[in-house]
């Protein structure tokens, strides 16, 4: 596949980079499809207020994601690429951190539902999903094969887990079975991908169980990614709490009609995750071989990721109510509403590939000052907005805070110059000027 001339641009680089993102888009595109339709199904045959009580206990997985998986998978990236030797130690290290991480995050969870609960979703649920921190501790897997850029495995096992995944919930809908089997398959979901991240890894002379611990390293380990936990944390507030507060104000039938924008607006959101985890070892390369070409390549990860959001959100913008004429009528109303959701999905992009930018300079502690500004963008909105106009609130919200965390960094001196170049991507100076180029 040949790229006309671009300047700053690497085609052997690209050749070999396309193949492993190639492979992740179409793991994550077919396990998209099979999701998508599968959430439909279940959203049409739960309804509104069981829909609710179901997202009302995920969300707090989803908040204390982050200190289960103490932000360490782009740093085990790192690391294995920096310390390709010392692969045992370093997975054997961050699996045995992630799973203390995730037997801590049960009393945590607790926790949080005791002092702000979801009015109307069981603490039970809650208890049964707690044990998803646990299980995704076998992702350090996931992050070995993007070190070797050798995605494609991954992607097979993405694939045939969500195949399985929708068999399961299809057979739940069709023998009417109640909503706490649905809370037991979204537990099953992780744990299925996690015994095929097991037996992917055991090929080609791999053994987990020559994985070791080292105290040291999970020390430097948890020196470097600590920032990325708050952060984290952060992020599951600002993407998330709005889910909770909605249901708080407005009741189960209310998040239970926002659960499905929320799940079709942020369904694209593993595109720049796949972008920039599949390119960040590129990246390194560059930075520590040619800073110029670094920049240039963080300047068109910029533009790609403006490239690939903001069509979506065109298309989807108008093509809302098309959508939801697939859900039953009683979430019609929603069809509105992500139409101004979708578009947060364009910072979403943005903030991802600058994510890469801090972790390659170890500017860690600058993604927590992003992300909970963020955070408090989107709770005081959603204060003021939720009671006055419910959901559509909650999605202005988060497309508010959205934009501050990720154009932030314009107001911080040190990373200022990338605010601009992400400004100079979303308004297409930067594409104007590679054309004049030509």
Known sequence: MRIPGISGFDQEAFNK???????????????????????????????????GILNGGT?????FSAIATLGLDQFIVKELHAFPESRDKILGTSFWMKIIAGFACIPLIWAAFQIYPAKGT??????????????????????????????????????????????????????EMPLLYFVYAYVFDFLLISIGYYFTYQRKDRNIFKWSYDLHLAKK??????????SGIMVALYMKIDAIMLQNMKGVKEAGAYQTVAA????????????????????????????????????????????????????????????????????????????????????????AANSQYLIAENLNTLTFIRTGFGAIVNIVLNLILIPKMGMMGAAIATLAAY??????????????????MMLRSLFLFSLFQKLSKR
Request: charged fraction near 10%.
């Open 403 to 420: 934009a501050s965390a990720a154009l932030c960094v314009l107001a911080i001196p040190k990373v200022n110059k990338q605010g601009l």
């Open 221 to 230: 380990l948890l020196a470097f990614s600590w920032p990325l936990i708050v």
């Open 264 to 351: 079709l607006s942020e369904a694209w959101n593993f595109v720049p995750s796949v972008i920039v985890t599949s390119l960040f070892p590129a990246i390194l390369n560059a930075r520590r071989d040619d800073i110029d070409r670094y920049n240039k390549r963080i300047q068109n990860l910029y533009d790609l990721m403006v490239y690939l959001s903001v069509p979506v959100a065109v298309v989807i913008t108008f093509a809302s109510p098309l959508i939801y004429m697939l859900y039953k009528p009683e979430y019609a109303y929603a069809a509105p509403v992500l139409s101004v959701h979708i578009w947060s999905g364009v910072f979403v992009f943005l903030g």
């Open 122 to 175: 069981p603490y039970t649920y809650v208890f049964v999903l707690s044990f998803v921190g646990i299980i995704q501790a076998f992702t350090v897997i996931d992050s070995y094969f993007q070190s070797q850029v050798q995605s494609k495995y991954i992607m097979q096992v993405q694939i045939v887990g969500n195949l399985i995944s929708a068999a399961v919930k299809l057979v739940l809908i069709f023998t």
């Open 59 to 63: 969300v707090y997985i989803y908040f």
């Open 17 to 51: 980079y396309f193949k492993n993102t190639g492979a992740l888009f179409v793991g994550r595109v077919g396990s998209l499809l099979i999701k998508m339709i599968v959430s439909i199904c279940v959203a049409n045959y739960l309804g509104r207020g069981q829909n």
